[in-house]
């Protein structure tokens, strides 16, 4: 028997369920996956608190995977049995042994990427291709402000906008966490969590301000992330690990900067997108631009992987291992 982690309803770490259950048999264009990995993400966390809710409960959590096509439906043309792929987005269901998916949303993996990399790096290569070619087209000379330079997305937000020709601002918990990301290749980082990032940044920038802040933090950060921006620049607000965000005034945007509300869920629902990340993924992979790997738990321990999110405590993404 397999094994499942469920969420019988939006809460504390308490509703996640350890389920055995039968492997599923796939239907039309859909494989069966054997997951080698599974990615832990903010993400999920946000859908157990119910803050981005569901369709319906009880409900599989988990939007990112690796692991290899073990079973496949009618009309499938495009795997064959033991074909090693990955995949970031809906529908929902990672947190599981195997998991049926729609055969569009597997990406295949080259033999040269471990389905660890894959499995810790696929949703976060999505947002990060979002972040830095949709939301804001960042190229050579672009001066980018990142938050948690030294997680999971950080780091391959890093080491992407780094190969596009940027120069990066992090931001990082504790000195531990900037050797880390200066790993990664940030240029310059804002170390602790009351350093005064606005003066640092207009330091760093010659009272220029970045080009384009990605926000992932939420609560009070993103006011003085927008601060951090030059004139007709851009803050991309896309997380709230840190709570909620107060309100934002217009007038908080003067002098001609702009907002962004990116949603890597909604983006990759579009085939089209999805595609097209996956493509420009599989490429960064062979560069070696991939998120770093962090703290490993056993399947069954997807509460205890939460707790170490939520604590702020992990560097790296976090992976469960059936």
């Not at 990060?128 to 087209?137: F, G, H, V």
């Not at 918990?173 to 003066?199: E, M, N, P, Q």
């Not at 851009?234 to 965000?245: E, H, N, W, Y």
């Not at 097209?276 to 992979?285: G, Q, T």
Request: aromatic share 6%; hydrophobic share 45%.
């Amino acid at each position: 028997m397999d094994i499942a982690v469920t969420l019988t309803a939006t809460g504390g770490i308490d509703q996640l369920q350890v389920l055995e259950r039968a492997p599923q048999t796939p239907g039309p264009k859909e494989i069966r996956i054997r997951h080698e990995a599974i990615g832990v993400n903010f993400l999920d966390i946000y859908h157990r608190k119910g803050i981005y809710p569901l369709p319906s409960y009880p409900s599989v959590l988990g939007a990112e995977g690796a692991g290899i096509v073990e079973a496949i439906g009618p009309e499938v043309a495009n795997f064959v049995l033991g074909d090693r792929v990955a995949y970031a987005g809906a529908p929902v269901g990672a947190y599981a042994s195997t998991r049926l998916l729609p055969a569009e949303r597997a990406i295949k993996l080259p033999d040269g990427v471990a389905s660890r990399t894959a499995a810790a790096s696929t949703l976060k290569g999505v947002t990060a291709y979002m972040l830095l070619n949709r939301t804001y087209a960042v190229k050579p000379g672009t001066t980018i402000l990142v938050h948690a330079a030294a997680g999971g997305l950080g780091a391959i937000l890093v080491r992407w906008a780094k190969h596009l020709g940027a120069t990066v601002i992090g931001t990082v918990s504790s000195k531990a966490k900037a050797t880390l990301a200066r790993s990664h290749g940030a240029d310059h980082l804002v170390v602790g969590r009351d350093a005064d990032l606005v003066r640092e940044v207009m330091d760093l920038t010659a009272s220029r301000g970045v080009d384009v802040g990605y926000d992932g933090i939420g609560g009070a950060m993103l006011a003085k992330t927008i601060q951090c921006i030059r004139p007709f620049g851009t803050a991309a607000s896309f997380g709230q690990a840190a709570g909620p965000i107060p309100p934002i005034s217009l007038d908080q945007l003067r002098p001609n900067r702009a907002l962004a509300h990116p949603s890597m869920m909604a983006a990759s629902a579009d085939p089209a997108f999805y595609a097209e990340a996956a493509e420009a993924l599989i490429d960064a992979f062979r560069l070696n631009i991939t998120a770093a790997t962090g703290e490993e738990f056993a399947l069954k321990d997807a509460a205890k992987a939460h707790i170490e999110l939520e604590a702020g405590r992990s560097a790296g993404s976090l992976l469960l291992i059936p």
